[in-house]
């Protein structure tokens, strides 16, 4: 059974970092691509990023290009999402998933919350 | 880009058949598959249609998809409607530069 837990979560302020991780497992996590994908409270979905199966190439929407990394380590089963300089309209519940053959999810985490204030 | 238009919300019966539909503004609705996915109150979505009509293991064959070219519209479509399938519904699909485009979420009341 596909399993994505997410951590890492938290409050931070404006201007502040955080690193998020995601850890896989059900599947072999190097057959596919990974997504991150946030909701801020009370809202819709947010795309937010993916990356391929060995970290090749990676996207980004535009309201975080610049600001967020992402990453993977397929020795460890985990995606990660680097964020720099956050803002409050960064607050959101952040889910990662998996990525079907087109761009689209299968399989989602939990979430996690990011929350940004002063 | 384009945006993906969704109802605000539905309602229906019990043991009725609903469905949402999810518009796209610019370019065709065949040009690019669309997923619907379910999210229930308190929880992550969950996947129940891709690539326009294909349904994952674990879905109920109560749920459907289709889209209509002439409305360029995407539609899911729930039969035989029972409580548990209360929640929002979001449409998804993406453009040429891999930019995906969620719509705005179609709350689905059972009552």
């Known amino acids: 059974e596909v399993h994505l837990v997410e951590s890492g979560g938290g409050v931070v302020r404006p201007g502040e970092s955080l690193r998020l991780s995601c850890v896989a497992s059900g599947f072999t996590f190097d057959g596919y691509g990974m997504n991150w994908v946030r909701q801020a409270p009370g809202k819709g979905l947010e795309w937010v990023s993916n990356?391929?199966?060995?970290?090749?190439?990676?996207d980004y929407a535009d309201s975080v290009k610049g600001r967020f990394t992402i990453s993977r380590d397929n020795a460890k089963n985990s995606l990660y999402l680097q964020m720099e300089s956050l803002r409050a309209d960064d607050t959101a519940v952040y889910f990662c998933?998996?990525?079907?053959?087109?761009?689209?999810?299968?399989?989602w985490g939990q979430g996690t919350l990011v929350t940004v204030s002063s | 880009n384009f945006m993906l238009t969704q109802p605000h919300s539905v309602s229906e019966s019990p043991g009725k058949t609903v469905t949402i539909s999810c518009t796209r503004s610019s370019g065709s609705i065949a040009s690019t598959y669309v997923q619907w996915y379910q999210q229930r109150p308190g929880s992550s979505p969950r996947t129940v249609i891709y690539?326009?009509?294909?349904?994952p293991s674990g879905v109920p064959d109560r749920f459907s998809g289709s889209i209509d070219t002439s409305s360029n519209s995407a539609s899911l479509t729930i039969s035989g409607l029972k409580t548990e399938d209360e929640a929002d519904y979001y449409c998804?699909?993406?453009?040429?530069?891999?930019?995906?485009?969620f719509g705005g979420g179609t709350k689905l009341t059972v009552l």
């Open positions: 690539k326009d009509n294909q349904l």
């Open positions: 998804q699909s993406y453009d040429s530069g891999n930019h995906w485009v």
């Open positions: 990356i391929n199966w060995n970290g090749g190439t990676a």
């Open positions: 998933g998996r990525s079907l053959t087109v761009p689209a999810l299968d399989y």
